[in-house]
C-alpha cells in the first residue's frame, strides 16, 4: 500500500520510539535485578548498544528529511566527512547523519532562504497591486470621460 513519504517516516520514527521504551523498560527491570556494580554497569551498556541502533535509525530519518528540504531551496550544505563538525557516522548503522549543531545551521540556512524567498514574492506582489489598482483608475477615468 502506498504512503506519502512523510506519513511513512513519521511511522518508522514512532515505531523506532516504541521500540527504545520497550527495551528501556526491559533493563529497567533487569537493573532492578543488578547485585553488584559490574553487573549494573553490564546493564547500562547493553541498554546503550541496544537503544543505539534505534536513535541512528530515527536520526537518519530525520536528516534525509532535511536534506530533501535544503535540496528542494538549492540551500547548499556540507557534504559527509570524516573531518566535518556537523556530521557523524553511526556505530550501527555506518550511515551519516547531522550533528546537533549540523542540524541547526541547515534549519537556520533553510529558514533563510525561505525567508527570502518570501520577501521578494511580498515585493512583487506589492508591484502588481500597485500596477493593477493605477489600471483601475486609468479605467474609471477614461470611461467617465467618454461619457454615457
Do not use: C
Not at 516504541?18 to 549494573?40: F, G, H, P, S, W
Not at 500596477?131 to 486609468?138: A, E, F, M, R
Amino acid at each position: 500500500m502506498w504512503m506519502p513519504l512523510r506519513i511513512t517516516e513519521a511511522v518508522e520514527i514512532a515505531r523506532n520510539r516504541r521500540a527504545i521504551r520497550r527495551i528501556d523498560r526491559a533493563y529497567d527491570v533487569e537493573l532492578a535485578k543488578a547485585k553488584t556494580a559490574n553487573d549494573r554497569e553490564n546493564a547500562e551498556n547493553g541498554r546503550h548498544w541496544e537503544t543505539s541502533l534505534h536513535v541512528d535509525a530515527i536520526e537518519a530519518i530525520k536528516t534525509r528529511r532535511l536534506l530533501r528540504k535544503a535540496n528542494s531551496l538549492d540551500v547548499p550544505y556540507e557534504y559527509p566527512s570524516e573531518t566535518s563538525s556537523i556530521w557523524e557516522r553511526s556505530r550501527q548503522l555506518h550511515t551519516w547523519h547531522l550533528t546537533t549543531i549540523g542540524y541547526s545551521e541547515v534549519r537556520k540556512a533553510i529558514r533563510l532562504e525561505r525567508r527570502d524567498r518570501r520577501e521578494s514574492a511580498i515585493t512583487w506582489a506589492g508591484v502588481i497591486i500597485g500596477i493593477i489598482g493605477s489600471l483601475t483608475g486609468l479605467l474609471s477615468v477614461w470611461l467617465s470621460a467618454r461619457g454615457p
